[in-house]
C-alpha cells in the first residue's frame, strides 16, 4: 500500500471524549489479471466478511480515492458482482469496506435478477473474472415490504411481479402484511434464495462456472441496526 497526505479527524470515544487524531489515506495496489486469476471464491467471500467487520466496528480503511482512480484507469479486474437493493441505506462499498476497483456492485429495488443484471453478471464474471456473486438482501425493504402488501402503482406493479413468487413460498400461520416484521424478514431471505435459484436457472453460463468451481453464487442480509452481514 502507498501513504499519502495525512487527513485530521474527530472521533468520540467510549466516554464520549472527542479525540483529535492523524490518519494517512491507503491506496491498495489495483489487482493485476493474474493475481486476480490466483483468488479462489472462498478467499473473496473472506475478503468480504472481514470488510463488513471492520464497518460494523467503525473501522473503515481511509482510501485516496483521486490515486485510486488514476491506478484503474488501464483495467478493471474486481474481485466479486454484488447485487443489491437500490436503498440507500445500504452503501454497498462502505458496508464490505472496498474501494474504486474492487467490485461490481447491481442495484434494482428488490435484488431480484432480470435479463439485463444477469448478462452484466455474466460479464463480471466471464469476461471480468470476478469469483463471486453476492445477492445482497436487507431489513426493512421498501420494495418486500411492497410486494407483501401487493402493491399496485405504475410500473412497481410489474418490478413487484418478480418479488411475489418469495412472498407466496414462506409457510407462514400469522400475520402476513408488512406490520409483521417476523414475516418480512422471512420474505426477504426467500427472496435473495429465489434470486441466487434465479440465477442458476436463467444464466448456463454463470451455472456451469459455479459447478466447475471458478465462481460462488451465494445469498445475505444485511442488518440495519448493527450494519451486519449475515450470510446465508
Same mark, same amino acid.
Given at each position: 500500500?502507498?501513504?499519502?497526505?495525512?487527513?485530521?479527524?474527530?472521533?468520540?470515544?467510549?466516554?464520549?471524549?472527542?479525540?483529535?487524531?492523524?490518519?494517512?489515506?491507503?491506496?491498495?495496489?489495483?489487482?493485476?489479471?493474474?493475481?486476480?486469476?490466483?483468488?479462489?471464491?472462498?478467499?473473496?467471500?473472506?475478503?468480504?466478511?472481514?470488510?463488513?467487520?471492520?464497518?460494523?466496528?467503525?473501522?473503515?480503511?481511509?482510501?485516496?480515492?483521486?490515486?485510486?482512480?488514476?491506478?484503474?484507469?488501464?483495467?478493471?479486474?474486481?474481485?466479486?458482482? @454484488?447485487?443489491?437493493?437500490? +436503498?440507500?441505506?445500504?452503501?454497498?462499498?462502505?458496508?464490505? *469496506? =472496498? %474501494?474504486?476497483?474492487? $467490485?461490481?456492485?447491481?442495484?434494482?429495488?428488490?435484488?431480484?435478477?432480470?435479463?439485463?443484471?444477469?448478462?452484466?453478471?455474466?460479464?463480471?464474471?466471464?469476461?471480468?473474472?470476478?469469483?463471486?456473486?453476492?445477492?445482497?438482501?436487507?431489513?426493512?425493504?421498501?420494495?418486500?415490504?411492497?410486494?407483501?402488501?401487493?402493491?399496485?402503482?405504475?410500473?412497481?406493479?410489474?418490478?413487484?411481479?418478480?418479488?411475489?413468487?418469495?412472498?407466496?413460498?414462506?409457510?407462514?400461520?400469522?400475520?402476513?402484511?408488512?406490520?409483521?416484521?417476523?414475516?418480512?424478514?422471512?420474505?426477504?431471505?426467500?427472496?435473495?434464495?429465489?434470486? @441466487?435459484?434465479?440465477?442458476? +436457472?436463467?444464466?448456463?453460463?454463470?451455472?456451469?462456472?459455479? *459447478? =466447475? %468451481?471458478?465462481?460462488? $453464487?451465494?445469498?445475505?442480509?444485511?442488518?440495519?441496526?448493527?450494519?451486519?452481514?449475515?450470510?446465508?
Amino acid at each position: 500500500m502507498s501513504s499519502f497526505k495525512k487527513l485530521t479527524i474527530q472521533v468520540e470515544s467510549n466516554t464520549g471524549e472527542i479525540i483529535t487524531r492523524e490518519i494517512t489515506p491507503l491506496v491498495e495496489q489495483v489487482l493485476t489479471a493474474d493475481e486476480q486469476a490466483a483468488l479462489t471464491p472462498d478467499s473473496v467471500i473472506q475478503s468480504l466478511q472481514e470488510g463488513n467487520q471492520r464497518f460494523v466496528e467503525g473501522d473503515l480503511t481511509a482510501r485516496d480515492h483521486t490515486e485510486q482512480i488514476r491506478k484503474t484507469v488501464g483495467g478493471q479486474f474486481p474481485k466479486a458482482v @454484488i447485487l443489491s437493493c437500490v +436503498d440507500s441505506r445500504v452503501p454497498v462499498e462502505d458496508v464490505f *469496506d =472496498k %474501494g474504486i476497483g474492487d $467490485i461490481f456492485v447491481a442495484r434494482v429495488a428488490g435484488n431480484f435478477v432480470n435479463e439485463d443484471i444477469l448478462g452484466s453478471m455474466e460479464f463480471g464474471c466471464k469476461v471480468s473474472g470476478s469469483k463471486v456473486i453476492l445477492v445482497l438482501g436487507h431489513e426493512h425493504c421498501g420494495a418486500v415490504k411492497a410486494a407483501v402488501d401487493n402493491v399496485k402503482l405504475g410500473n412497481i406493479t410489474a418490478m413487484l411481479s418478480k418479488i411475489r413468487p418469495a412472498v407466496a413460498s414462506v409457510a407462514y400461520n400469522g400475520d402476513r402484511s408488512s406490520k409483521n416484521e417476523e414475516f418480512v424478514h422471512l420474505v426477504c431471505e426467500h427472496n435473495v434464495n429465489k434470486t @441466487i435459484q434465479d440465477i442458476r +436457472d436463467n444464466s448456463p453460463i454463470l451455472k456451469e462456472m459455479e *459447478d =466447475k %468451481g471458478e465462481i460462488k $453464487i451465494i445469498g445475505g442480509v444485511y442488518d440495519m441496526d448493527t450494519g451486519k452481514v449475515d450470510f446465508l
